[in-house]
């Protein structure tokens, strides 16, 4: 199974949190303590959590079941598609589009006008058309794929979501939840963890810090599907009729390192100075929530 390790949550910074004026209280139980006005992330719950988030992803697609990635920050974008493509799951990392679970049908038909437009570009219908036209239509099709791009092959609702800053995509959580579908999410110390089945505390701005994780979760369904692809790529054609083709990605796995010894000490014992150095929290601590969106120091 794709693992963490204490090291590689310490060098993305996973543990780092928002500034303590800015928190959820409800994050308090995932917390360790205070340092320099920063939160620091208990990383062993991380650990344990993240186990769990990727053992239910595992189970979902093994069943048969689609995840849907969704991170449409700017540090998010390129690890949510990079992810999702490699490990042939959809994703949406510009913008979330109001209904895009709970108007699904609407969705489609967006989904269909995209591909109507690629065939009058690839049947050269736009080059009949007025330049002023042509580029509307041009545009409308850029358009379409920047948004839609990433779900044109969903035909039905995902089983699972995957979703980077639960404050950003708001809309998404609330979707998801109104048509009671699963969502594993990196949650950080400014968030509210009940709107998550799944949580994996931690840094959810830094871009190593998600790259990390999307990608632990991408390895996870690679490791479960990669032989269930393989045989359906040797399996004879047996349809008769042309089929669009489908661009198949070869899934680069990353070798999981395992830190025995010495060098695992030296990680635990680093996590131990961090926790040292962190002023544990106050049961007393003002559960006031902060909403602010400075930055954290």
């Not at 060098?11 to 920063?38: C, L």
């Not at 490990?87 to 699904?104: A, C, I, K, P």
């Not at 080059?127 to 092959?153: Q, S």
């Amino acid at each position: 199974m794709a693992t963490l390790t204490m090291k590689e949550l310490l060098e993305a910074g996973v543990h780092f949190g928002h500034q303590t004026r800015r928190w959820n209280p409800k994050m308090k139980r995932y917390i360790y303590g205070a340092r320099n006005g920063i939160y620091i992330i208990d990383l062993h719950q991380t650990l344990k959590l993240f186990e769990t988030a990727q053992q239910f992803i595992q189970d979902t697609v093994t069943n048969g079941g689609r995840v849907l990635f969704v991170g449409t920050k700017k540090q998010a974008q390129d690890a949510i598609q990079e992810a999702a493509t490699r490990s042939r799951q959809f994703y949406v990392n510009q913008r979330w589009l109001g209904g895009m679970l709970t108007n699904f049908q609407t969705i489609q038909s967006r989904v269909k006008r995209l591909n109507e437009l690629r065939k009058m570009e690839e049947d050269a219908t736009l080059e009949r058309l007025t330049k002023k036209e042509a580029r509307l239509l041009t545009e409308e099709k850029a358009k379409l794929e920047r948004y839609l791009g990433g779900i044109e092959r969903m035909t039905k609702l995902p089983d699972a979501l995957f979703i980077v800053d639960l404050k950003k995509e708001h809309i998404a959580v609330a979707e998801a939840r109104k048509l009671g579908i699963p969502i594993v999410a990196i949650v950080d110390t400014n968030c509210d963890p009940d709107e998550v089945d799944f949580v994996i505390p931690g840094n959810d701005d830094a871009i190593r810090s998600i790259k990390l994780i999307a990608g632990r979760i991408a390895d996870a369904i690679v490791e479960v599907m990669q032989e269930r692809w393989d045989m359906e790529a040797e399996a004879p054609v047996t349809a008769v009729e042309e089929v669009e083709p489908t661009v198949v990605e070869t899934p680069m796995l990353e070798e999981d390192t395992l830190f025995m010894g010495d060098e695992e000490d030296e990680y635990s014992q680093m996590a131990k100075r961090i926790e040292a150095s962190a002023k544990p929290l106050d049961e007393d601590e003002d559960d006031e929530v902060f909403e602010d969106e400075e930055e954290r120091g």
